[in-house]
């Protein structure tokens, strides 16, 4: 079946830190994928997507490259800030006929001052 | 309001109660999900439905009853709440064209005392 795996957190980095959380799948086909963002209390959103092979998805200073060979979307940013301190969930989606999403368990993500 | 919604947004329970959690959504998405989130878990399914008067288990359906007898309802019943169903709720929406991203609801914190 379909499967995404992602990094354990918590990631605790600080202001300015290079960001990477790594984000590998299982599927059939060709999926569409997908980093979540959820903020405390509040339900998953959308941070960016890629639908097919070398797309590269990019919102809010943050970027994923869809890697068809290594089966990844690994999730990276510059420079975080404290504001980016949330949850992050790799998840992807259609495939093999089915469109119901695979999430990952979620990497916390802790941004210090 | 354009977008999907859930109600109530916190609920204490007794044990054995039943209790119904509501879920709307105003885009006439096609696909509508049940997750439960709990620490050490991430998200797991409950229920899926395709359609209207479509629906099917997820990873953990003991318990739950779903029904969707209007493309824009998809509400969720606990027919005798135990403790371990204490938890936060969450509802998505997907359609079945295009990217397939979810929309998640605010989601609902339920208490099973």
């Known amino acids: 079946g379909n499967s995404v795996t992602q990094m354990e957190g918590p990631v605790t980095l600080s202001e300015e830190a290079f960001l990477t959380i790594n984000c590998t799948y299982t599927?059939?086909?060709?999926?569409?994928l997908f980093w979540y963002v959820q903020y405390p209390g509040e339900g998953l959103q959308l941070l960016l997507k890629?639908?097919?092979?070398?797309d590269k998805g990019s919102n809010k200073g943050f970027e994923a490259t869809y890697r068809k060979e290594t089966t990844s979307f690994h999730l990276e940013k510059g420079s975080v800030q404290v504001s980016d301190s949330a949850v992050y969930f790799c998840?992807?989606?259609?495939?093999?006929?089915?469109?119901?999403?695979?999430f990952g368990r979620g990497t916390s993500l802790i941004v210090h001052p | 309001d354009a977008g999907i919604t859930q109600s109530p947004r916190y609920k204490i329970t007794e044990t054995g109660r039943q209790v119904t959690l509501m879920c709307h959504q105003t885009?006439?998405?096609?696909?509508m999900f049940w997750y439960r989130q709990d620490l050490g878990h991430g998200l797991r399914l409950i229920y899926y439905s395709a359609a209207a008067d479509i629906t099917d288990k997820g990873e953990v359906p003991d318990g739950y009853v779903v029904s969707r007898s209007k493309t824009e309802n998809f509400p969720l019943t606990l027919e005798s709440a135990t403790r371990s169903q204490t938890s936060v709720y969450f509802c998505?929406?997907?359609?079945?064209?295009?990217?397939?991203?979810?929309?998640f609801g605010q989601g609902t914190r339920l208490t099973v005392v």
């Open positions: 890629a639908t097919k092979a070398d």
């Open positions: 885009w006439s998405h096609s696909y």
């Open positions: 998840a992807l989606s259609r495939t093999g006929g089915s469109y119901i999403p695979t």
């Open positions: 599927a059939t086909g060709y999926p569409s």
């Open positions: 998505a929406s997907s359609d079945a064209t295009g990217s397939t991203e979810a929309f």
